[in-house]
Each structure stands twice: as structure tokens, then as C-alpha cells.
């Protein structure tokens, strides 16, 4: 099983563009989520999914969007990159019962 | 709003000596306490999970302990080896479905 996978795992951007962070899983987990990783402020959860059809905000959901059409994807879109939302970005997913979340290896984004 | 957090940053120790890492949490309907290990350039992996009907778990050379009324839980990783050397992260889940994260503790296991 692939698990879950991110593409790309390397973008630059510049100020203004938009694009899409892809994530799948193949485990027909219920639950995914989104985070962001930056130096010294750990792994914070950007926007979620307990399902289809089904998203909700976390912690720091400003300038991104998300939509869940099916169990296997969700994906991040940025409208407008700013060079704060440079960091890294990982998906992950989880059967929703157990709360261990599986982790994709992550995608590198640079907003110049 | 919820809130973890972790201590220390950086934890530096000799081979075969034992490290702790500690995170308390803020809110009290957490229920369930992951632990992650996040080797370089990967995702986080979990390594050890506690739920809050429990006071310790074990697993091998890794412990973890939760005490509900502090609102406080613990790594323990015991004979440290060069391998332990990772990023590791301390969580707690609500009844919401969020997982937080703390910031994280960054251990060297100097042979």
C-alpha cells in the first residue's frame, strides 16, 4: 500500500500565484487533515476532514482552502501564496476511531 | 482554544543514558495522547500512544505517562541509542477529531 501521498514535494512560488497541494490515501481512512510545519512552532492543523463532503478550520486556516469530493483525496489550495506560508506542508489521515494519524512525507513550499 | 505544550526544545544526552520529555495540555476533554517521531525529511511516525483511562504504558525502551489532574504527560525513553536521535513530538486529540501538536523536542544521543 502507497499509504498517503503528497505531490509536489518541492514548489516555489511567487507572491500572488495560486496552486494546489495534492494528498490520497489508499486506506479508506475517514478523517485527513492538513498541517504545517515551521521551525520551533511544531506541526499546526490547518483545515480538516472527519469525511466527505465534510470540512472544518483549525488552528491557522487563513489563505488556504480545502474540499473533501471523496474518501481518498483533500486537497490544500492556496488562492493568493504570500511569503508567510512558506513552510512545509504534510497531509495526513486516520481511521478516526484510534486517532493515530499516518503521514505523508510531506511537500516543501517557497513563497519568494 | 486548545493549546500543548513542550519541554524541553533540545535535549541532548550520552548513549545508553535515559531521556525524558514532558507536555502538559490545556483542554481537560482530551482523551487521547499520541506521541510522533519525525526522522529527517520524513513525516512523523507514531511511537507510543496513551488513552486517558490509563496512568503508563510501555514498550520496550519507551514509556509514557499521563497524570489528568495535572493535565501533564511524559516520554521516557530508557538505554538511548544513536537511532533515538529525532524530532519528537508530544499531541493531544479532542472529542473534536483535532489532533494539537507541541513544539516539539529535538533529542541528540552523542555515542
Known amino acids: 500500500n502507497a499509504g498517503v501521498t503528497q505531490t509536489p514535494k518541492f514548489q516555489v512560488l511567487k507572491t500572488g500565484q495560486s496552486m494546489t497541494l495534492q494528498c490520497a490515501q489508499d486506506?479508506?481512512?475517514?478523517?485527513m487533515s492538513w498541517y504545517r510545519q515551521d521551525p520551533g512552532m511544531g506541526l499546526r492543523l490547518i483545515h480538516y476532514s472527519v469525511g466527505a463532503g465534510i470540512t472544518d478550520q483549525g488552528e491557522v486556516p487563513n489563505g488556504y482552502n480545502v474540499s473533501r469530493s471523496t474518501t481518498e483525496d483533500f486537497p490544500l489550495r492556496l488562492l493568493s501564496a504570500a511569503p508567510s506560508q512558506t513552510s512545509v506542508y504534510f497531509c495526513?489521515?486516520?481511521?478516526?476511531?484510534?486517532?493515530?494519524?499516518?503521514f505523508g512525507e510531506g511537500s516543501r513550499l517557497t513563497v519568494l | 482554544g486548545e493549546n500543548v505544550e513542550q519541554h524541553p526544545s533540545t535535549l541532548s544526552v550520552q548513549e545508553g543514558d535515559s531521556a525524558v520529555i514532558k507536555c502538559t495540555y490545556s483542554?481537560?476533554?482530551?482523551?487521547?495522547f499520541p506521541w510522533y517521531k519525525q526522522e529527517l525529511g520524513k513525516g512523523p511516525q507514531l511511537i507510543i500512544d496513551i488513552r486517558s483511562n490509563v496512568g503508563e504504558k510501555k514498550d520496550q525502551r519507551i514509556a509514557v505517562t499521563l497524570n489528568k489532574t495535572a493535565k501533564h504527560f511524559s516520554l521516557h525513553i530508557t538505554e538511548t541509542q544513536p537511532e533515538d536521535s529525532a524530532v519528537y513530538f508530544c499531541a493531544a486529540k479532542t472529542g473534536g477529531f483535532k489532533t494539537i501538536f507541541g513544539a516539539g523536542t529535538r533529542l541528540f544521543v552523542k555515542a
Open positions: 483542554d481537560s476533554a482530551s482523551n487521547y
Open positions: 495526513a489521515s486516520s481511521p478516526g476511531i484510534t486517532g493515530e494519524l499516518f
Open positions: 486506506m479508506n481512512h475517514e478523517y
